[in-house]
């Protein structure tokens, strides 16, 4: 007699039972993974059958870890470091053996720290770094990582993720800020953590090209040149040297991405070519020369005017710009008819330290300018000559007349060309009929026996004037 089971058990079981028969096929079930000092259960038990049996559970190669007695049995075991194997079951009286359990020992993550390369984690953007997720205990683990708190995206195209490390090829000034990570103990149940301290991470920026200036100032008694070099980018610390003619003259390590030299100059001397140096870890940069030569204002002052038009070509300002005939520092002053204009009005502007000046409603009168050294109150003023300025109700030459003369222009360009073209062609036409007249004449004197004469007629040329009218 043959028992009959639903079809899910034999698929799931694959079981094989024969009542009064000698088979009998043992099932075992229990954890594939357990923590450390855990306690865990596999049972044992031949499906369908309902009398007692005997059941050992035995390990990898044969090892018994126990036997019981009776329908389903149980076998606890406490999880040390050598419970990690291969376990499985079987029926003593008929030594069938079980399915097999791949057992695996979890230890708990604990003790998450972080490490960087390099170390300390300051770099230079455009450098590598490294971080890794260390833990001091744990096994089968899996790491989540966070940037500035944020949970970094597997998929992200700024880090490379490989198991508990997190790499940045080529560091930006993104990339900086602080890091932790977390260790996980892959578990479906009770999964434990240990979370790292919070690393910061600084990435440099490279310095730009040192840029030199300078300015001149009196301190009481003498003139003074205060030198500037300046970085537009870069991070600190940098240190920044002067140089004059090429001698080294100052030597400042600073956290700021600006240096100041002081330096004695005197009016109409030069001092020579200065240049500023600045460095870091990785870079050495140079500026430009720039010589130390305070030139006093003076010459001839000249005013250049220039006329602004708004969309319909209609004067709507003008901008007068005042040029003196030398001077390195100069400072100016504007009149209309002889009064002084402020530096701010209601009709105009003045602008690039008195330089310029924007009248946006044009007052008709006499203009000028004057200048003098700006350090120093007592030079004498350097004046221009009157300019009359006066609105008017002209506008600009219209786009319509440009384009209309243009194309007569254009036209008259055509029709010359298609001219010289054409008694050019007549000129070679009736020379290549002279030298035909002259072939035949020379024919005459050619013995009978002579080949016949190849007449020549030169081919006519047909011209076409073509007048191309342009509309504007």
């Given at each position: 007699m043959v028992l009959v089971l639903d079809n899910d058990t034999v698929l799931l079981l694959g079981l094989v039972t024969e009542i009064g028969g000698s088979?009998?096929?043992?099932?075992?079930?229990?954890?594939?993974?357990?923590?450390l000092r855990s306690r865990v259960q596999f049972h044992?038990?031949?499906?369908?059958?309902?009398?007692?049996?005997?059941?050992?559970?035995?390990k990898d190669t044969g090892d018994l870890i126990g036997a019981e007695n009776n329908v389903k049995v149980t076998f606890t075991l406490q999880v040390t470091e050598g419970s990690e194997g291969t376990y499985y079951c079987r029926v003593t009286a008929e030594g069938q053996t079980s399915n097999a359990i791949q057992f695996q020992v979890v230890i708990p993550?604990?003790?998450?720290?972080?490490?960087?390369?390099?170390?300390?984690?300051?770099?230079?953007?455009?450098?590598?770094?490294?971080?890794?997720?260390?833990v001091r205990k744990g096994t089968h683990l899996s790491f989540t990582w966070y940037h500035d708190k944020q949970e970094v995206n597997t998929y992200s195209d700024l880090y490379r993720l490989s198991e508990d490390a997190l790499t940045v090829d080529e560091a930006s000034e993104w990339h900086a800020g602080t890091y932790s990570c977390t260790a996980h103990n892959q578990m479906e149940v009770n999964p434990r953590f240990s979370s790292s301290q919070i690393l910061h991470v600084i990435v440099k920026?490279?310095?730009?090209?040192?840029?030199?200036?300078?300015?001149?100032?009196?301190?009481?008694?003498?003139?003074?040149?205060?030198?500037?070099?300046?970085?537009t980018r870069g991070s600190p610390p940098v240190t920044f040297s002067l140089l004059?003619?090429?001698?080294?003259?100052?030597?400042?390590?600073?956290?700021?991405?600006?240096?100041?030299?002081?330096?004695?100059?005197?009016?109409g001397l030069d001092k020579g070519a200065a240049q500023c140096k600045a460095q870091t870890d990785t870079q050495q940069l140079t500026s430009d020369p720039v010589r130390l030569h305070v030139v006093p204002v003076g010459g001839a002052v000249r005013v250049m005017v220039t006329y602004l038009h708004d969309a319909d070509s209609v004067v709507a300002a003008a901008r007068l710009k005042c040029v003196p005939g030398r001077g390195t520092f100069p400072?100016?002053?504007?009149?209309?008819?002889?009064?002084?204009?402020?530096?701010?009005?209601?009709?105009?502007?003045?602008?690039?330290?008195?330089?310029?000046?924007?009248?946006?409603?044009?007052?008709?009168?006499?203009?000028?300018c004057r200048a003098r050294d700006s350090f120093n109150d007592s030079s004498i003023w350097v004046e221009s000559e009157d300019i009359f300025i006066q609105k008017t109700d002209l506008s600009a030459t219209p786009m319509e007349v440009i384009a209309l003369f243009f194309c007569g222009f254009l036209s008259m360009v055509i029709v010359g060309c298609s001219i010289?073209?054409?008694?050019?062609?007549?000129?070679?036409?009736?020379?290549?009929?002279?030298?035909?007249?002259?072939?035949?004449?020379?024919?005459?004197?050619?013995?009978?026996?002579?080949?016949?004469?190849?007449?020549?007629?030169?081919?006519?040329?047909?011209?076409?004037?073509?007048?191309?009218?342009?509309?504007?």
């Open positions: 088979r009998l096929k043992p099932v075992l079930s229990g954890p594939s993974k357990a923590y044992c038990e031949v499906p369908g059958w309902s009398s007692p049996l005997t059941f050992e559970l035995r993550v604990v003790g998450a720290s972080l490490s960087s390369d390099p170390d300390p984690p300051v770099l230079y953007e455009g450098e590598k770094l490294t971080l890794r997720c260390l920026n490279h310095i730009s090209t040192p840029k030199l200036s300078f300015t001149v100032f009196f301190n009481g008694s003498s003139l003074m040149a205060n030198v500037s070099c300046r970085l004059v003619d090429g001698l080294e003259t100052d030597v400042k390590r600073l956290d700021s991405l600006e240096s100041w030299s002081i330096l004695p100059i005197s009016v400072t100016f002053s504007w009149s209309l008819n002889r009064s002084s204009l402020p530096p701010e009005g209601d009709a105009h502007v003045v602008m690039q330290n008195g330089q310029i000046l924007v009248l946006t409603d044009i007052s008709s009168g006499y203009y000028r010289f073209m054409f008694c050019t062609t007549k000129r070679r036409n009736d020379s290549c009929k002279r030298c035909s007249n002259q072939d035949e004449i020379q024919s005459e004197a050619i013995p009978m026996n002579a080949p016949a004469d190849v007449s020549f007629e030169p081919q006519t040329v047909d011209m076409k004037t073509v007048i191309m009218e342009f509309k504007a």
